[in-house]
């Protein structure tokens, strides 16, 4: 099992990124994809997952970035992107997509990371 986040970069406030995550060594249709986030000394948190119907997880968002971030996925390209928009200096973190069996929020529900891209969101 394989991901990989990629995209990240330094953007002005207000502004806006897509990332991506291509996922392999796996089915990817079968799994939720989430998106996580970890700012310099604060505990990773959940950003966004893209749910599959068969286990009823559906798209959500973590309140914080809840109609700034949108979350799509391709399942016959194997990718799940974070399209990122009306950026703040606060977005900025690390950020991280992850492979999981339910709707979980919580990091230690997730069993493969990729290795994370960053994002600096400038004033």
């Known amino acids: 099992v394989q991901l990989q986040a990629f995209r990240g970069g330094l953007v002005q406030a207000g502004g806006y990124l897509r990332l991506s995550c291509a996922a392999s060594g796996f089915t990817f249709s079968s799994y939720s994809m989430a998106w996580f986030r970890q700012a310099p000394g604060k505990k990773r948190e959940f950003v966004g997952i893209?749910?599959?119907?068969?286990?009823?997880?559906?798209?959500y968002y973590a309140d914080s970035v809840k109609g700034r971030f949108t979350i799509s996925r391709d399942n016959a390209k194997n990718t799940v992107d974070l399209q990122m928009n009306s950026l703040k200096p606060e977005d900025t973190a690390v950020y991280y997509c992850?492979?999981?069996?339910?709707?979980?929020?919580?990091?230690?529900?997730?069993?493969?990371w990729g290795q994370g891209t960053l994002v600096t969101v400038s004033n």
């Open positions: 992850a492979r999981g069996s339910t709707g979980s929020t919580r990091p230690e529900d997730y069993d493969y």
């Open positions: 893209g749910g599959i119907r068969w286990n009823g997880v559906r798209t």
